[in-house]
């Protein structure tokens, strides 16, 4: 029993566009504290306490499920709603504008940017457990700085973290920094899968949750 489970499980609705492994997040959301659901309703995800867009596979096939789902519209109400929204692998990649791995497609545009391939001489896809390198404070990576995360992707925001208008909060080393995390007021993202990340992501977890509640300031 995770410390979230002892006080009132908020509500977290998990978007469900019928591609990747969903219940992976949705599992490891309950395990966190959350009484977290799979949903495309519009009504149900307005009244979630936070809103989570896992992503998995290639960039241009989750914008197509997106769009066939109607969940590209509800992610953007969500992300303009206020509440904590977390977005996963290549649910983080969907916030930005797009993607050169499908540049016909077009992203949410949430985040100002573009998805790029993981650059240098490197093995492609970056497929391992990766310590995380804090820039910036977030709610979200508290008590995380340091930890070992995993990660499975060939490509990456393409961001300046040296910006002081960024929101990068998080790299991992991978042939150099790789942005592995970002916040935007309340939109939070990670490049790793917590849920796939054992006591380290089950933390990170735990703190989304904990924002879900109310217990941390977002903005």
């Known amino acids: 029993m995770s410390p979230s489970s002892e006080k009132t499980a908020p509500k977290v609705a998990v978007l469900d566009y019928g591609i990747g492994n969903l219940r992976s997040a949705q599992k490891g959301l309950e395990r966190a504290g959350a009484n977290a659901h799979l949903t495309a309703d519009l009504e149900e995800v307005l009244e979630a306490d936070g809103v989570v867009l896992p992503g998995v596979g290639n960039f241009g096939r989750c914008v197509d499920a997106l769009a066939a789902h109607g969940v590209d519209t509800i992610a953007r109400k969500a992300a303009s709603s206020g509440k904590p929204f977390l977005g996963i692998c290549v649910g983080m990649q969907l916030l930005f504008d797009g993607s050169e791995e499908s540049p016909e497609h077009s992203g949410l545009g949430i985040i100002g940017g573009m998805v790029r391939q993981i650059p240098g001489q490197v ?50 080393d991978y042939g150099g920094p790789v942005v592995a995390s970002v916040q935007q007021d309340n939109i939070f993202a990670t490049q790793f899968h917590p849920e796939k990340s054992s006591e380290a992501g089950r933390k990170l977890l735990t703190n989304f949750v904990d924002l879900c509640r109310g217990g941390t300031d977002g903005a």
């Open 123 to 172: 093995k492609r896809p970056q497929m391992q457990w990766n310590a995380l390198h804090q820039v910036r404070p977030s709610p979200l990576l508290t008590g995380l700085d340091g930890a070992w995360l995993y990660f499975v992707h060939s490509y990456a925001a393409d961001l300046d973290v040296t910006a002081s208008s960024s929101v990068v909060t998080a790299t991992c």
